[in-house]
């Protein structure tokens, strides 16, 4: 069984920083694409960044030039820096990793979440 966990979550000012973490646990054979998702209040969830095993990144548009999500393959983790933090970046931030734990073919699995919340 595969377990990821995020830590990090908290209550931040606009225009300051946090720094997210997400560690994958368990039978764990390799981890391709890993990424951040965010749910906002009475909003769907949202694609905020996705790095391959490569370390290429893509990110939403909203969180360009300020946030950075890295990994470490070691580890199998994967982080996200947020700086200069807005009010619209509040809400619920997900971690999720495409897991190959063999025999199995890859599948995506998802943390529990952690608060993001930027006061003014």
């Known amino acids: 069984q595969v377990q990821l966990r995020e830590s990090g979550g908290g209550v931040a000012q606009v225009g300051g920083s946090l720094r997210l973490s997400c560690v994958a646990s368990?039978?764990?054979?390799?981890?391709?694409?890993m990424s951040w998702y965010r749910q906002a209040p009475g909003k769907q969830r949202e694609l905020v960044a996705v790095?391959?095993?490569?370390?290429?990144?893509n990110y939403a548009d909203s969180v360009k030039g300020r946030f950075t999500i890295s990994r470490d393959n070691v580890k199998n983790s994967v982080y996200l820096q947020m700086n200069n933090i807005k009010p619209e970046d509040t809400g619920v931030y997900y971690c999720?990793?495409?897991?190959?734990?063999?025999?199995?073919?890859?599948?995506?699995?998802w943390g529990q979440g952690t608060q993001v919340t930027v006061s003014s």
């Open positions: 368990g039978a764990i054979f390799r981890i391709n694409d």
């Open positions: 999720s990793a495409g897991v190959i734990t063999l025999p199995l073919p890859a599948r995506d699995e």
């Open positions: 790095i391959t095993r490569s370390g290429s990144t």
